[in-house]
């Protein structure tokens, strides 16, 4: 079973960045994403990466400021995230789905445990 770690998360002020890391050891061959939830709210795709590594997609809200990139030689899925403010604020989780890629949270099968973002304003 692939297991999911997620690292990196914190409190940060707004404007500025953080860099989140999945590690998840034989996910080279899953499309791989990165949810956000707040709590009593649904969770969101922030970002997703092909199984290749070589295509990304956003959500609207994040373009321009978060880099989804992947290593798979170093088994790692990184969410670079800039620019952050208050609405950022979430729950933020690595997934990875047996597709090539996908967005959507319900072709998800496998995920991390979460980590706390707080943005301050």
């Known amino acids: 079973q692939v297991q999911m770690v997620e690292s990196g998360g914190g409190v940060v002020q707004a404007g500025g960045s953080l860099r989140l890391s999945c590690e998840a050891p034989?996910?080279?061959?899953?499309?791989m994403g990165w949810f956000r939830q707040v709590s009593g709210q649904e969770c969101e795709s922030v970002a997703a990466?092909?199984?290749?590594?070589?295509?990304?997609s956003y959500a609207d809200f994040v373009k321009g400021r978060f880099t989804i990139s992947r290593e798979n030689g170093k088994n790692a899925v990184d969410l670079q995230m800039r620019s952050l403010g208050p609405e950022d604020t979430a729950v933020y989780y690595c997934?990875?789905?047996?597709?090539?890629?996908?967005?959507?949270?319900?072709?998800?099968?496998?995920w991390g445990q979460g980590t706390q973002v707080t943005v301050s304003s």
């Open positions: 997934a990875a789905t047996n597709l090539v890629f996908s967005r959507l949270e319900y072709d998800y099968d496998y």
């Open positions: 034989g996910f080279s061959t899953y499309g």
């Open positions: 990466v092909w199984r290749t590594g070589d295509k990304t």
